[in-house]
């Protein structure tokens, strides 16, 4: 091969390589923010919905939670009708290990389920930092479908349930 062949060809080379940005051919190692796992600050406020099944109103019992560092508020509700509307402070320690465990619930695999499915539950999990949507979840639970996403949801908000006793404000 001549040495003008060879030129060119070495030219062809490194000019595709800066089209193309290589990733670690170029030098770049860093990881892109989206194999990052984001963090939960200390400003971040979560609201996580439960939507109860079609039942009657007596048993029927949907609830909202927001959360910030130092406050959870609560609404229980069955059809519309408000059952408790309650602000509780938060322990630091709750706030602690939802920043720890945060990652648990990022990119989990939600599926849409069918239209009209009768007897499913819903969640929804929004946790913001600012003007950032750093989770954002709509879980319908009908028919099996998203389960795995559901427990995943509840298992990390399961703290703060227990510290406003969820399950007496449901009854």
């Not at 003008?4 to 940005?21: E, F, K, N, P, Y």
Request: proline fraction near 3%.
């Amino acid at each position: 091969m001549s040495t003008r062949r060879a030129m060119a060809a070495i030219g062809s080379v490194v000019i595709a390589l800066s089209i193309t940005g290589c990733g670690e051919a170029n030098g770049d190692l860093s990881p892109s923010r989206d194999d990052e796992p984001l963090e939960l600050s200390d400003n971040a406020t979560i609201t996580y919905r439960f939507g109860d099944s079609s039942v009657p109103p007596e048993y029927h019992r949907s609830f909202e939670i927001t959360v910030t560092i130092d406050k959870v508020l609560v609404v229980v509700d069955s059809y519309g009708d408000v059952l408790a509307d309650e602000s509780v402070e938060l322990d630091s320690d709750v706030w602690e290990e939802l920043q720890d465990t945060f990652e648990s619930v990022q990119g989990l695999d939600v599926e849409r389920g069918d239209i009209g499915c009768t007897g499913g539950t819903s969640r929804s999990l929004l946790v913001e930092d600012g003007n950032e949507e750093l989770v954002d979840l709509d879980i319908d639970v009908c028919g099996g479908t998203n389960e795995d996403a559901a427990d995943a949801v509840e298992e990390w908000i399961e703290p703060v349930l227990q510290a406003v006793d969820i399950e007496t404000l449901t009854e």
